[in-house]
């Protein structure tokens, strides 16, 4: 079974169950049906201000405002909430915007043990270089 951070320093939705739904096991249905996103690209967008994702061991994520999950990140750039639906903005998709130094942080935490490759977008690239010299690579 694949682990997000194997193949790649951070994972997004495309690319985890993009490998998930070619293996051999259950979930890889499961896998599947969530790379499925033209039901999701075919929603309206809510207005408002986008979505930040954070990484959290490996994975590109985005925090739900309405209950508090947090999904995939997705290449499409579409937040979907699969557990309340977005049932705030009335089912809409949100945008969600990804940092302009998204690869910085990527090659920064695939330095990393997998788990502690973390991100917020409080974090400077300055803030996670020092985290991984002062934490020689071991990051809580």
């Not at 579409?78 to 049932?87: A, D, E, R, V, Y």
Request: one cysteine or more; charged letters at 30%.
């Amino acid at each position: 079974m694949y682990i997000a951070g194997v193949n790649l320093p951070v994972d997004t939705g495309d690319t985890y169950f993009g490998v998930m739904a070619l293996e051999p096991i259950s979930g890889s249905r499961g896998a599947k049906e969530k790379l499925k996103r033209d039901a999701i690209r075919r929603l309206p967008v809510a207005g408002g201000n986008e979505l930040e994702a954070r990484v959290e061991h490996a994975r590109w994520i985005v925090d739900c405002e309405n209950c508090n999950s947090a999904e995939y990140y997705f290449e499409d750039k579409l937040f979907f909430c699969s557990l309340c639906q977005n049932s705030d903005v009335g089912g809409k998709t949100k945008k969600v915007k990804m940092p302009k130094t998204r690869k910085d942080i990527e090659v920064i935490l695939g330095k990393r043990p997998i788990k502690n490759r973390h991100w917020y977008p409080n974090e400077t690239i300055a803030d996670l270089e020092k985290e991984n010299i002062s934490h020689d690579l071991e990051v809580i």
